[in-house]
């Protein structure tokens, strides 16, 4: 019986990964690639798993020069998205409905510029490219920021170390497991950006499920709203990344489906110590010492998994920015600064939204914001050409400098360390200063 179990779950797990489903659900949402061979009719079968390596992959990716996501394509030096209205649809007829586009988010790094497709929904491309968005770090450099200087600090220093460690276990598991991204064609690359990195669990999944459940599981009690709204809420934003993923084709469905039961996973285990690790990060003695070793160490771990990929950069990101928050959380306790509201004062109420409320909440984001903007681009500045010069390399081309991963990784962690500081610290300060606190 459990054989039989195991059997069916494996068989299961098969079918799921088979890239012709992406490919279908991509076709009945209105995409379709400029393949030049008519792939109506993928055939299903299971993705080559083999574990050589990221440079193998890479390689693959650009020696198929007619299919979406070649790195090759003559047309690589358009802009990327919509390209206009009224594209030549297949046949040679016009459709006004259908839009030509390219691959989303070029990849400077790796110089992946896909090629282009067809549009036939443009309300769903916008839909998922928007659900992508809630998934990507930039949306979260954002809204991690707003959240803090806004709404409920206490909070927003909490989603930080879930969306830290969920893209560190995420990224780790997928160098640990090395599975391919679906194969194009029949997959239509709708996406380039991670096209060169590791695809199981989807770690846009992951955060996309972690965040507005934890964002609910945080605030439920602590401010009041009902229960069925919140819920609502976080369900929404995470089956719209989750679908997202499978519609840029960029995973599986199998890999949507585990980053989804992951993150939950990992939820379960972090937010009954939340707590715990918000008041050692404010009240240990030797905090500081363990926040630095403790996020330098998981980023050697994770960066000594395998070869060099983009992903790597976006876990120095995390950690880094996990590691600048948790020490600024530490200073803010120890000056005094902490605008923790009172447990006297719970539950929260919203306020009524207001002219003055709305203008002082921009100004402040808008402050913040330039401060945190000022503080990466003189961090950026200083960081890599030291890096260059520690190990030898050439200063004057950054794009070929960050290419190394010994000047990447670096950057990454130092300059986000930085930048979580000042979110957490130094920006509420000037705020006070200012009397917009």
Known sequence: MANDFVKTFVQMCKYLQEPCHVARFQNFCGVKGTFPVKTSKPDCGQPEQDGTGLRKRVQQ???????????????????????????????????????????????????DVGQEFLIHNKFLFYLFTFGTELGNEMFFIIFFPFVFWNIDALVSRRLIVVWAWNLFVGQSTKDMVRWSRPASP???????????????????????????????????????????????????WSVLVCVSRVYMGMHSILEVITGFLYSLLILAFFHPILD??????????????????????????????????????????????????????????????????????????????????????????????????????????????????LFGLPSDDVRQARQHMKVELPYRYIVYSVVGFSCVCVVPLLFRILNLA
């Not at 000594?304 to 948790?326: C, I, P």
């Not at 945190?372 to 010069?389: D, E, G, N, Y």
């Open 61 to 111: 990716s650009s020696e198929i020069s007619v299919g979406n996501g070649a790195t090759g394509d003559a047309t690589g030096a358009q802009v990327n998205g919509m390209q206009g209205d009224n594209a030549a649809a297949p046949g040679g007829a016009s459709d006004p409905d259908t839009a030509r586009a390219k691959p989303l988010r070029r990849n400077s790094l790796t110089g």
């Open 186 to 236: 029949p997959v239509v690359k709708v996406e380039v950006f991670y096209n060169s990195e590791y695809s199981m669990p989807s770690t846009h999944a992951m955060t996309g499920t972690a965040i507005p459940f934890c964002l609910f599981m945080l605030t439920y009690g602590r401010w009041q709203y009902p229960f069925l709204f919140g819920f609502g809420v976080a369900l929404s």
């Open 276 to 389: 715990k690790i918000d008041s050692f990060y404010m009240m240990g003695h030797y905090a500081p010492l363990v926040i630095i070793v403790s996020h330098v160490s998981l980023g050697l771990v994770a960066f000594s998994l395998d070869s060099w990929s983009t992903s790597r950069g976006d876990t120095a990101q995390a950690l880094g920015t996990g590691a600048g928050a948790a020490l600024a959380t530490h200073v803010n306790y120890q000056l005094g600064l902490l605008m923790d509201p009172p447990l006297s004062s719970l539950p929260l109420t919203f306020p009524s939204i207001s002219t003055s409320l709305v203008f002082l909440s921009l100004l402040r984001f808008l402050i913040g914001v330039a401060v945190l903007l000022v503080t990466r681009m003189i961090m950026k500045a200083v960081t890599i050409p030291f890096l260059c010069r």
